[in-house]
């Protein structure tokens, strides 16, 4: 294991959080979960995560990063014979996607109609038929099949921005 040269990254920015470093954190209990632990560099990067994460009462606490010592002291060893809990995974579970047959399949909106008419109507003043959302909806079934199809050919179960990405670009999302 390589020593690292810095505390943290920003859970916002991605910025390098320095050892002896001033950071902020958030004053909800599940962002400081050992789990999840967010980070931030700045009291706006913490202000950025805060409609994400649908507080109601929240602010940001300073703290301060630990010396390097303390820091590598606190993480666990390659050798140590701390227990490792390992959870396995059903045959039903490791088996890749299986695209339904169309028949079986909604065939509602995929699109927020409201939204739609008023982007396009503060875009360029024009208004929008009610024919608009069909069409946007089935090309947005196809680009849902696609990127399916991209995340199964990786043997991962959730579908990706990333997928969706390389679908548009005419590629497979790589890992």
Same mark, same amino acid.
């Given at each position: 294991?390589? !020593?690292?040269?810095? @505390?943290?990254?920003?859970?916002?920015? %991605?910025?390098?959080?320095? @050892?002896?470093? /001033?950071?902020?954190?958030?004053?909800?209990?599940?962002?400081?979960?050992?789990?999840?632990?967010?980070?931030?560099?700045?009291?706006?990067?913490?202000?950025?995560?805060?409609?994400?994460?649908?507080?109601?009462?929240?602010?940001?606490?300073?703290?301060?990063?630990?010396?390097?010592?303390? @820091?590598?002291?606190?993480?666990?060893?390659?050798?140590?014979t701390?227990?490792?809990?390992?959870? /396995?995974?059903?045959?039903?579970?490791a088996?890749?996607?299986?695209?339904?047959?169309?028949?079986?399949?909604?065939?509602?909106v995929?699109?927020?109609?409201?939204?739609l008419?008023?982007?396009? %109507?503060?875009?360029?003043?024009?208004?929008?038929?009610?024919?608009?959302?069909?069409?946007?909806? !089935?090309?947005?079934?196809?680009?849902?099949?696609?990127?399916?199809?991209?995340?199964?050919?990786?043997?991962? %179960?959730?579908?990706?921005?990333?997928?969706?990405?390389?679908?548009?670009? /005419?590629?497979?999302?790589?890992?």
């Amino acid at each position: 294991m390589t !020593e690292p040269s810095f @505390f943290r990254f920003c859970s916002t920015c %991605k910025k390098q959080i320095a @050892f002896e470093a /001033g950071y902020y954190a958030c004053s909800v209990s599940t962002c400081n979960r050992k789990a999840t632990a967010l980070y931030f560099c700045s009291v706006p990067c913490w202000d950025a995560h805060v409609p994400d994460a649908r507080h109601r009462d929240a602010w940001a606490e300073e703290e301060k990063a630990p010396t390097r010592e303390a @820091f590598l002291a606190e993480r666990p060893s390659a050798d140590s014979t701390a227990v490792r809990r390992v959870v /396995g995974v059903s045959r039903e579970a490791a088996a890749p996607a299986v695209e339904r047959d169309n028949g079986d399949l909604p065939q509602d909106v995929l699109v927020v109609v409201s939204k739609l008419k008023a982007y396009v %109507k503060a875009r360029s003043t024009l208004n929008t038929s009610d024919g608009v959302t069909d069409v946007l909806s !089935e090309h947005l079934r196809s680009l849902c099949t696609a990127a399916i199809r991209s995340a199964a050919h990786n043997s991962r %179960k959730t579908v990706l921005a990333r997928d969706f990405e390389a679908v548009l670009r /005419g590629t497979t999302a790589s890992e």
